[in-house]
Every structure is written in C-alpha cells, then in structure tokens.
T-cell receptor
C-alpha cells in the first residue's frame, strides 16, 4: 500500500534560518512526487514535480530534491510569507493515472 | 478566470441532515475531482469525473456520499444523512488534460456536523 509520511508535523523558524522538510514515501512504481503549498483557508497550490532519484527543482527560496525513498524541501533564508502548510504527494502504479496520494503536511511558521 | 469556485465556504449542520456541496470548475477543464481533508488522514480523493462522467468513485467512503456532474460547469457532492465523522474540509479541483501538476484546487468547504 502506498504511504507518505511527512516530518516534522510543525516547524517554527526565525526569518533567515534555513531548514528542510522531509517526505518519506513507499510506493509501487513511482511515477511522480509532487510538492504543494497550502495557505490557511485555501486549496493546495502546486510547487514542484520530481520524477526520478537525483532530480532537483528550484523556485525562489525553495529547492526540492528526490531520492529513492524520500524527498526534501529545502527552504533557504525563509521569509514570513513562506509560512504555510507544505504537502507532499506521490503518484504510483497503484494509485492510478489520475490519483495522488497525499501526506498530512508540515505546517511551517516563519517568525520575523 | 475566477478559478475553481466552491459554495458554501462553511457549513454547519446537525447529524442526520442532508448536505450539498457545490463546485464550478475552471472553464475548459475536462477533469473534476472531489477531495476530503482531515488532520488525521490528510487529503483523500473521493471521486473524479472526466467529461462529466464519473470515472473512479472508489474513494467515496459510504453510500451516504454521492456526486453528480450534470454539465461541464457544475458538480455537487451530497451527504445524506450526515454524521459527525464527516466533518472535514472538502475540496473540488479541476484540470485540463492529463498533466497532474496542472490541477487547480478550489478554496474548500469546511463542513461541521454536530
């Protein structure tokens, strides 16, 4: 059965204090790993897709990396506006062509 | 475009009552998804439609849940009768084509069943 575990559940950082969020996954035949950002009262917003181990993607202060067992979302010199819940999701052979299996997220708070 | 529109944004009801959640997808999108989000289980797919036809409803938890898409611009998710464990945030999402990363989520409906 596909599994996605995100850690930590919550993270508080000082502005400028870099850190990483972890997404560990177990999936049969990974087709893609997705990172989303979710602000309070809003739906998830797409950030990145990673398809194979060793792949990296960057967007502003965010960098996502992928290994065969986990993905990291690195946040460099975060700002208060980076505060949000970050969701990881996987698509595998068993989740279906149109389904994503989501983790429960990491709630990030960046303090000015 | 206004994005995916959901109504109501908040719904409080009593156990046993019927609840209807509504969604207007982005114009031109041929896929529509209904998700449920809870603290314990995260975001779970309930059902999805392609060109107004239900394709996979294996995520619908019970027969109390039903979804319809009478046309390309409107879908409903109905719970009858509602129970306290149905309390969650329900999201509608739409997408054009098969690229999963182009899936756009609505703002969600927060449902509380007392």
């Amino acid at each position: 059965e596909d599994q996605v575990t995100q850690s930590p559940e919550a993270l508080r950082l000082q502005e400028g204090e870099s850190s990483s969020l972890n997404c560990s996954y177990t999936v049969s035949g990974l087709r893609g790993l997705f990172w989303y950002r979710q602000d309070p009262g809003k739906g998830p917003e797409f950030l990145f897709t990673l398809y194979s181990a060793g792949e990296e993607k960057e967007k502003e202060r965010l960098k996502a990396t992928l290994t065969k067992k986990e993905s990291f979302l690195h946040i460099t010199a975060p700002k208060p506006e980076d505060s949000a819940t970050y969701l990881c999701a996987v698509q595998g052979d068993q989740t279906g062509a149109n389904n994503l299996f989501f983790g429960t997220g990491t709630r990030l708070t960046v303090i000015p | 475009d206004a994005g995916v529109i959901q109504s109501p944004r908040h719904e409080v009801t009593e156990m046993g009552q019927e609840v209807t959640l509504r969604c207007k997808p982005i114009s031109g999108h041929d896929y529509l998804f209904w998700y449920r989000q809870t603290m314990m289980r995260g975001l779970e797919l309930l059902i999805y439609f392609n060109n107004n036809v239900p394709i996979d409803d294996s995520g619908m938890p019970e027969d109390r849940f039903s979804a319809k898409m009478p046309n390309a611009s409107f879908s409903t998710l109905k719970i009858q009768p509602s129970e306290p464990r149905d309390s969650a945030v329900y999201f509608c999402a739409s997408r054009e084509g098969l690229a999963l990363h182009t899936q756009y989520f609505g703002p969600g409906t927060r449902l509380t069943v007392l």
